[in-house]
Nanobody
Framework: QVQLVESGGGLVQAGGSLRLSCAAS????????VGWFRQAPGQGRASVAA????????YYAESVQGRFTISRDNAKNTVYLQMNNLKPEDTAVYYC??????????????????WGQGTQVTVPS
């Protein structure tokens, strides 16, 4: 069983930056496909970014392309989401998710086997 724990959320002014962390236990993240999702109040869970373990490919939602960067630190068994130039519309609970199968529909919540509990990111307008 894989446990995922997110951290790094908080309140930041528009234009600011945050770095979210997703730490894993129970299995090494270096052999898992890892994604970040977010859920704003009253909305469904939406894909943000993902990283494949075998190819190193990264994927981004259009809304965060150029502002967010997903990366891995295999030595720390952690995946990061660096978020720059944050906007009020980025306000949401951010979730880390992982699956054993590499590739595929990175944007689909149904494709992931493991989920963290989420961390709140708030960008006041």
């Amino acid at each position: 069983q894989v446990q995922l724990v997110e951290s790094g959320g908080g309140l930041v002014q528009a234009g600011g930056s945050l770095r979210l962390s997703c730490a894993a236990s129970g299995r090494t993240l270096s052999t898992l496909f890892v994604g970040w999702f977010r859920q704003a109040p009253g909305q469904g869970r939406a894909s943000v970014a993902a990283t494949a373990w075998s190819t190193g490919y990264t994927y981004y939602a259009e809304s965060v392309q150029g502002r967010f960067t997903i990366s891995r630190d295999n030595a720390k068994n952690t995946v990061y989401l660096q978020m720059n130039n944050l906007k009020p519309e980025d306000t949401a609970v951010y979730y880390c998710a992982a699956r054993r199968r590499d590739g595929g529909r990175w944007w689909s919540v149904y494709e992931y086997d493991y989920w963290g509990q989420g961390t709140q990111v708030t960008v006041p307008s």
